[in-house]
C-alpha cells in the first residue's frame, strides 16, 4: 500500500512539474509576443514613413496651428504622435516644462510597459532551468528509493524516474535557450524604436521651440 501511494505521490510531483515547465514557457512566449507586437505599434515602419509626417507636422507648427498638430496626432497609437500630442497640449507650460512632461510620459506608457513585460521573460529564463533542475533531483531520488526498496529492481521502473530527471532538464534549457534568443532579437528591436523616436523628437523639438518662440511662448 506504501509503495502504491509512493508511486501515485512521484507521479502527481513529476506531472505538476511538467506543467509548471509549460506553464512558464507559454507565459515567457507570450510576453515576448506582446513586446513584439507593441514595439511594432509604437514605431513607424520606416524613416521615410516618419519624415513625411514630421514634415507635415512642422507645417502646422510654423503656421501656428497648435490644434490642428493635436487634431493630426490624435488616435495615432505610435509613439511619436502621441508624444507630440502631449507636448502640444501643455505648451502652455513653456518648452522646458513641456519637454520634460513629454518625455516622462514616453518612459512611463512606453518603454516601462516594455521593460515590465521583459522582466516577466527574465524571470522565465531564469525560472526554466530552475524547475527543470528541480525535476531531474526529484527523479533521482525517486530512482535511489527504488533501489533502496525494491528487491528486485524492474528497469522499466528505474527508467522512469531516470526519464523524469533527464526531461525535465532537457525541458527546462530548451525553454530558456531560445527565449534568451528572443530577447535579444527584441531588445534589438526596442533600441531601433527608439533611436527612430529619438530622431524624430529632436526634429520635432527644434520645431516647437522655434513655434513657441512665434506665438509668444516660453
Not at 533501489?147 to 526531461?167: C, Q, Y
Request: net charge negative; hydrophobic share 50%.
Amino acid at each position: 500500500m506504501s509503495m502504491i501511494l509512493a508511486y501515485s505521490l512521484f507521479n502527481m510531483i513529476a506531472d505538476a512539474t511538467y506543467l509548471a515547465l509549460a506553464a512558464v514557457a507559454l507565459w515567457g512566449l507570450y510576453c515576448i509576443v506582446v513586446v513584439w507586437n507593441r514595439v511594432g505599434q509604437k514605431r513607424f515602419k520606416s524613416e521615410d514613413e516618419q519624415d513625411q509626417f514630421l514634415d507635415d507636422v512642422e507645417q502646422m507648427i510654423q503656421a501656428g496651428d497648435f490644434e490642428g498638430t493635436i487634431d493630426y496626432c490624435e488616435g495615432d497609437a505610435r509613439a511619436l504622435p502621441q508624444i507630440i500630442e502631449l507636448a502640444v497640449s501643455h505648451r502652455n507650460l513653456g518648452y522646458n516644462r513641456a519637454r520634460k512632461f513629454m518625455m516622462d510620459r514616453f518612459q512611463r506608457d512606453v518603454m516601462s510597459d516594455l521593460d515590465y513585460r521583459l522582466s516577466w521573460v527574465g524571470t522565465v529564463i531564469k525560472a526554466a532551468p530552475m524547475i527543470g533542475l528541480f525535476g531531474t533531483v526529484f527523479g533521482m531520488m525517486g530512482a535511489f528509493q527504488t533501489l533502496a526498496t525494491a528487491e528486485s529492481v524492474e528497469p522499466s521502473k528505474l527508467a522512469g524516474d531516470i526519464r523524469v530527471a533527464l526531461v525535465t532538464t532537457a525541458s527546462g534549457l530548451a525553454i530558456a535557450i531560445p527565449l534568451m534568443i528572443l530577447v535579444a532579437n527584441v531588445n534589438i528591436r526596442i533600441a531601433k524604436m527608439e533611436d527612430l523616436v529619438g530622431s524624430g523628437l529632436s526634429r520635432f523639438m527644434d520645431a516647437f521651440k522655434a513655434g513657441l518662440a512665434r506665438s509668444g511662448g516660453r
